[in-house]
């Protein structure tokens, strides 16, 4: 679910396995899946599809805002 919309932002994301990170397992706890954005937590447990695209700069539509 997430692929396309990176996609279609022209980004990209990094997986991190918390089961080897201590620093995230600490941070993120049972919120997993967890999105993040820099340090910002976008959303957990679910895909929070609106408040990426709107993120991304996307319209509902799938257009880039202008």
Not at 18 to 27: L, P
Request: aromatic share 6%; net charge positive; charged share 30%.
């Amino acid at each position: 679910m997430l692929a396309p919309l990176l996609r279609e932002a022209g980004r990209t994301m990094r997986s991190v396995d918390i089961t080897a990170d201590t620093e995230a397992a600490h941070r993120f706890g049972l919120r997993v899946p967890v999105l993040v954005c820099g340090v910002r937590e976008l959303c957990w447990g679910r895909l929070d599809r609106a408040a990426l695209r709107a993120l991304f700069g996307l319209r509902p539509s799938g257009r880039r805002w202008r």
